[in-house]
């Protein structure tokens, strides 16, 4: 039986099922130059991108890495702070003792036992990355110091620091409380520009 509306060769041409040419092979890949040309540029914009994601992911990794040092040195900026006050009562009480009360056979062994802890909560800051900024007969630096009251001294360097009031400290390239000083004025002027 024969269906009227099939063709009636149903045969396949093995012609039409030869691959096709290497010739057109390479024709039909490349395309035409305008299809060449765009796959260059695609190519290009991709590699371009490809370039700028690795470039920022580098940056990501170093910034990351800085945060994460700076996390862990001034991760006890709080703690250090508050800890700065328990400094500043210990030299308080020792500075509290007159002179002349400090030979005394009670008063001695105390403030002896009050130094030495000072000296080891100075010691233990110390170990933390907490300095002390002892500015005394240094330029004054408004960064690092608070200007309290100016001294007239006419034998002093103008602008240098003849009194401090209150040390300041610092934790690792940072200030954590500026020392309050007090400044000549009046004296002769600095050699140095800066």
Not at 151 to 158: G, K, R
Request: overall charge negative.
């Amino acid at each position: 039986m024969s269906d009227p509306n099939k063709p009636a060769d149903t045969e396949r041409d093995p012609a039409r099922d030869e691959a096709p040419p290497a010739e057109s092979a390479a024709a039909e890949a490349a395309g035409t130059p305008d299809q060449a040309e765009a796959l260059a540029t695609e190519n290009a914009a991709l590699k371009d991108r490809l370039l700028r994601t690795l470039a920022d992911m580098e940056n990501l990794r170093r910034r990351t890495e800085k945060e994460i040092a700076d996390a862990r040195a001034y991760a006890v900026t709080g703690f250090a702070r508050d800890m700065l006050n328990v400094a500043d009562n210990v030299r308080r009480a020792i500075e509290s003792v007159a002179a002349e009360d400090r030979a005394a056979h009670g008063v001695k062994p105390l403030l002896e036992g009050i130094e030495l802890t000072e000296r080891d909560l100075l010691n233990t800051l110390e170990r933390h990355g907490i300095r002390r900024i002892e500015p005394k007969g240094e330029r004054f630096d408004p960064n690092r110091h608070q200007a309290m009251f100016e001294i007239d001294d006419p034998n002093a360097v103008a602008g240098t620091v003849l009194q401090v009031m209150q040390a300041g400290f610092s934790i690792g390239e940072r200030v954590l409380r500026p020392a309050l000083v007090g400044v000549a004025k009046g004296g002769p002027k600095s050699s140095d520009p800066a």
